[in-house]
């Protein structure tokens, strides 16, 4: 008997249920239980009446646009012409209504007394009394609105401005040459936000994020904030291909407001470069020496060829190949000290007091270097032949003793397969 009871109960909600759908469908409107609730917001954070809650039901697929009216005949949109289906049912399930949270942001307006200088993407309706209009047009073009009002108090309306924003230099060349290898980007935040991006745009809409430098100031909060643009290439990663892009910084706060600025940036010879010591001695060797056994005060010759493999040119700085070194001297002796980006050829041995204390361009000015600005380069693709001597003046601690060579990317590496290349035993003998 229950059983028969439950049967006859659940049949009747079928019914009901389908007949509820017939009459929803039958009803020849376009929006049917429009409703926003509460009628009254205070849009300012504080977790207390911030949101209200529109819903509708759509009997037809539509086209809707939500829009906000003040007092003063000003129009405020919230959506416009979203594409949005019917809403379904079926026997078993009743419709259920689009809900939309409406937090008293609207798309960015400009107010007469607006000082921001860029552009207001989304922003709160200040206090007032306003009127919601909810209109939807079908695919015939039929279309239907219904209003209501909306009453919006204590409105946190002070945006997360983005001041003085700036990019410098703003053309740069990532390629770890040591020139002009980062831009330096800043602003001053006027209040707190929730988050700040800070991106390139591409031509197709890609983002290149770019990270803030950390220092004293925490992210998002009021005050200045700089970044350190390298365009990836310290971490291992490819620059943006060259080219002009847009540098676009957002800031949005804890109520939705959103403010954007912008500025430009120029990307010119971009790219990780990469560089070494190959081997093409007749022997299989990378380093050739002229002797493997030299007396004291004679001159130890050596040859090597160093190739840019990568895409972009590598730059090189003195003393020239075929320069000769006392065997108690370094690369300063001649006038050449480190240089943050430069590449040179070096050799060390086993009792050096420094790291590769002899030191050669990776070329031959106009043979295999060229001339960029005041600066010479080895360009991508080019090898070079590198010859260089060292004149054994004293007898080391250790004899024999081991030479090698190395190719330094001076204050930024030397690698794994371009450190100790080739290690020579050699024999320095007395008189």
Known sequence: MRLLTALIALAALAVGLVVAHQVLYADPRLLRDVSLKPATITPNGDGKDDVAELSYVLTRNARVSITFVGADGTRYDFRHDQPRSLNRTNALSPVEPYHVLFSGVVNGFRRPDDRFPGEVVARVLPDGDYAWIVSATDDAGVTEAVSGSLQVREADTALPELLDFTVSPEEFTPNQDGLDD?????????????????????????????????????????????????????????????????????????????????????????????????????????????????????TLYFTLTVENYGTVPIRTTGPAPGTCYDSDQNFNRFGFAEESGAWRVGIDFDTSLRNYPFRWAVGTQGQDLVQIGRYWYLPAGRRATVTGCIRLVDVPPRNPLQFWAGLIHEDVEISDFNNRVDPHWITVQEP
Do not use: C, K
């Not at 936000?193 to 430098?213: D, F, H, T, W």
């Not at 706060?253 to 971009?270: A, E």
């Open 182 to 298: 980062h831009t330096f980007i800043n602003y001053y935040l006027t209040r707190q936000a929730e988050s700040v991006q800070v991106y390139l745009l591409g031509p197709n809409g890609e983002r290149y994020a770019i990270a803030e430098r950390q220092r004293g100031i925490a992210p998002g909060a009021p005050g200045r904030h700089d970044y350190d643009y390298d365009g990836g290439i310290n971490v291992g990663l490819s620059p943006p291909p060259d080219g002009t892009y847009p540098v676009v910084a957002e800031a949005q706060d804890r109520i939705g407001q959103r403010v954007r600025v912008t500025s430009r940036l120029t990307i010119r010879d971009g790219g990780i470069p990469r560089a070494q010591i190959v081997a093409t001695q007749p022997d299989g060797h990378a380093l050739q020496w002229s002797a493997t056994s030299v007396m004291i005060s004679h």
